[in-house]
Every structure is written in C-alpha cells, then in structure tokens.
Nanobody, 122 residues
Framework: VQLQASGGGLVQPGGSLRLSCAAS??????MGWFRQAPGKERGFVAA????????FYADSVKGRFTISRPSGTNTVSLQMNSLKPEDTAVYYC??????????????????WGQGTLVTVSS
C-alpha cells in the first residue's frame, strides 16, 4: 500500500483546509491522520474504518475536523474547520491492515504517507 497525501498550506486562524490521502494497492482496514508539531511527538488526529461507518477523533479536534471515506474508494479526506494556531503541524496519512481495538497508536499503523505541512497563522 502506498499513500499519497495532499492539501496542506497556510491558513488564518478560524479558516478551513481539506487534506486528502489516496491509497494504492490493497484496501486498508483503517486509514487515519496523525500530526507532528515542532519539538513534539507524533499524535493521533482522526481515523476511519474501511466501510466509512466508524470514525475516531482526538479530543482536541472533535467538532472541528471531519474525516470521510467515500464508499468504494481508497481515498480519505480530512476537512479541518475553525483552525487554531495550535493545529500547526506536519500532517501524516497512515493506514493499517488489521482490526485492532485501538486507533490512536502510531506504531500500530503499517503504512505512512509523506507529510503535508499545515500552518495556521495570521
């Protein structure tokens, strides 16, 4: 599985951005997004299962970010609204082959895309 992420950029606080991640190859069970700010560890943002029926979010983004996965596609989008300066980070798309009870642990993901930088600043 190869992952290709796109959509980062510079946005003002309160603005919106949409990230996309296209997976080639076998359909992953779970796809998600992590982010890493300068000097910080990579942290979980959101994930969605293969069916698109189950979604998972970090508390810090609930109500502001929406992850989606159109049926029949291997593309995942992350719609980010009401962006804050603390959302500034490199965002990474990730995918996992297997079902596991957890979704937030980076080491449990099998595939990673290249990062895309999101900068929230006035």
């Amino acid at each position: 599985v190869q992952l290709q992420a796109s959509g980062g950029g510079l946005v003002q606080p309160g603005g919106s951005l949409r990230l996309s991640c296209a997976a080639s190859g076998r359909t992953p069970y779970l796809m998600g997004w992590f982010r890493q700010a300068p000097g910080k560890e990579r942290g979980f943002v959101a994930a969605i299962d293969w069916s698109g029926d189950s979604t998972f979010y970090a508390d810090s983004v609930k109500g502001r970010f929406t992850i989606s996965r159109p049926s029949g596609t291997n593309t995942v989008s992350l719609q980010m609204n009401s962006l804050k300066p603390e959302d500034t980070a490199v965002y990474y798309c990730a995918a996992r082959r297997r079902y596991l009870a957890t979704q937030t642990i980076a080491d449990e993901y099998d595939y990673w895309g290249q990062g895309t930088l999101v900068t929230v600043s006035s």
